[in-house]
């Protein structure tokens, strides 16, 4: 038995696992700096939600240097988790902030990222719809509605199976309740 051979396996298979740990303990940070953006999004703290996103990046470099290590790791559950919340946090904070769905491409995120981030970003935008008609802030709220009709446009493009397909649904409701509260506000008068 080559036991240099096993030695080899071992020390790769330790690496591996050191870069792996890294990788886990940088994306719960990411996820956590995306949902409190999210939180003083609807809370109007855009200078906190932006320092939120800036730190989540930083942990998102530093992932990105892990991947050139490893490949493999981009596949690791945890950083799924956080890319999709930072993405949905990240086209929260530019659209409120500058009325637009865009985001750059300076991390190496999947298309299954993309659209997990897209997908929620939905019910973002609903929780923020019902803010703004508590507030009669209907025009704003018009806006939200014909900017989500826009992603649900773009979402049915695609073939969506497994938890992407439940995001999709779930993005189907989100536009569904929009509109019912259109109608409530129409019915009500108070538009």
């Known amino acids: 038995m080559n036991k240099i051979f096993f030695k080899k396996i071992l020390a790769d298979y330790q690496t591996y696992i050191g870069l792996r740990e890294m990788v886990i303990k940088n994306s719960r940070k990411v996820l956590k700096l995306s949902k409190q953006a999210i939180f003083n999004i609807h809370r109007d703290n855009l200078v906190g939600a932006a320092q939120d996103l800036k730190d989540a990046e930083k942990n998102l470099f ?18 799924k988790e956080g ?3 930072y993405i949905e946090a990240k086209l929260f904070y530019e659209f409120v902030v500058g009325g637009k769905i865009e985001l ?8 299954e990222d993309y659209l997990g981030g897209v997908s929620d970003l939905t019910g ?4 923020k719809t019902i803010q703004l008609a508590t507030l009669g802030e209907y025009e704003k709220l018009n806006n939200y509605h014909q900017v989500m009709e826009e992603i649900m446009g ?7 199976t497994g938890k992407l397909r439940m995001k999709y649904d779930a ?21």
């Not at 990105?64 to 490893?70: A, H, P, S, V």
């Not at 973002?124 to 929780?127: G, K």
């Open 171 to 191: 993005a189907k409701r989100n536009l569904r309740r929009l509109e019912e509260i259109k109608y409530d506000i129409k019915i009500k008068g108070l538009k």
């Open 154 to 160: 773009e979402l049915i493009k695609f073939d969506l």
């Open 104 to 111: 750059d491409s300076k991390f190496n995120f999947s298309f």
């Open 124 to 127: 973002e935008m609903l929780r």
């Open 62 to 79: 530093e992932i990105g240097k892990l991947f050139q290590k490893e490949k493999r790791l981009n596949y690791e559950g945890s950083y």
């Open 83 to 85: 890319a999709e919340e």
